[in-house]
């Protein structure tokens, strides 16, 4: 059954500034959008208001899967509706390990260690890297690759993928965007990913590209959007905002 992801005049304050000044985007799943935009145009932001974060104070706007409004919710409450984050600078959380968050969120527990080294393998993450403590002792490929064993694992609705390929190598960042490519097709997962590079783009090939600046979004386009950012970078779309 497709859901739909509804993103509606989002305005976010952070330490007392506006940073999101009326988002807006809607989205289905099986869908790939992209997110880029300058350094401090809100989009961690919009990540971390996405998923409940406690210093990102909304103030109007709502985020709805399916006409229920997640604003409202608990954090792991999103996440039961099918909201996943994964966050530009993954937590290191220690005493836990990634196996206890995935029983902790309900996942089927049937060959659960086979179906993490399954994920592991698909992003070229060394397994016993699963034994350890989430986050702790990881380098930052490897937090990211581990971030990508818990989104194949907990098969979100809709992940919000923050800067997923920053820290990546190129064989790392290859097999990542395959894995989220066909997530799109194993799941009908609708993936938001926020991005600086169209590397990323080259495997996962994008509904839609949304351009945001100073908290808004200036531009919606295809695929050729990115090889625009590429070219003129964001200056023509601050123009635009302005
Ligand atoms: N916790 C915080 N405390 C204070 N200011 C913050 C905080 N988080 C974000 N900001 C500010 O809000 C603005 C937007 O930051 P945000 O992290 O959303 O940008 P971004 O678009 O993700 O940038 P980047 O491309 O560098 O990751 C910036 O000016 C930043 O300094
Ligand atoms: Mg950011």
């Known amino acids: 059954m497709t859901s739909t992801l509804m993103i509606e005049g989002l305005r976010v304050e952070v330490a007392g500034k506006e ?18 935009g300058p350094n401090g145009s809100g989009k961690s932001t ?3 208001a996405l998923t409940g974060h406690p210093g990102y104070k909304v103030l109007g706007g709502s985020v709805r899967i399916d006409d229920v409004e997640l604003l409202t919710m608990s954090p792991t409450d999103r996440a039961r509706h099918g909201l996943l984050l994964a966050m530009q ?6 005493g836990v390990r990634p196996i206890d968050l995935l029983v902790a969120a309900g996942v089927n527990p049937a060959n659960l260690r086979e179906r993490m080294r399954d994920e592991a393998d698909r992003v070229e993450l060394r397994p016993e890297i699963l034994d350890r403590f989430v986050n702790v002792d ?37 097999a990542v965007a ?12 609708g993936i938001l990913a ?49």
């Open 194 to 242: 926020i991005t600086h590079f169209k590397r990323l783009l080259q495997e996962l090939t994008p509904t839609m590209i949304h351009v945001l600046s100073e908290g808004r979004v200036v531009a919606t386009g295809g695929p050729e959007l990115s090889d625009i950012l590429e070219r003129d970078g964001y200056e023509p779309f601050r123009v635009a905002s302005a």
């Open 178 to 189: 395959r894995r989220l490519s066909s997530a799109s097709n194993e799941w009908e997962c």
């Open 19 to 36: 940073v999101l000044k009326g988002f807006d985007l809607s989205m289905k799943t099986g869908e790939v959008h992209v997110i880029m």
């Open 138 to 174: 990881l380098s930052g490929g490897e937090r990211k690759r581990a971030e990508m064993v818990q989104f194949g694992m907990l098969r979100p609705k809709f992940a919000v993928l923050d800067e997923i390929d920053s820290g990546l190598d190129v064989d790392a960042l290859g």
């Open 46 to 48: 919009l990540a971390h």
């Open 89 to 94: 600078q993954p937590l290191e959380v220690a």
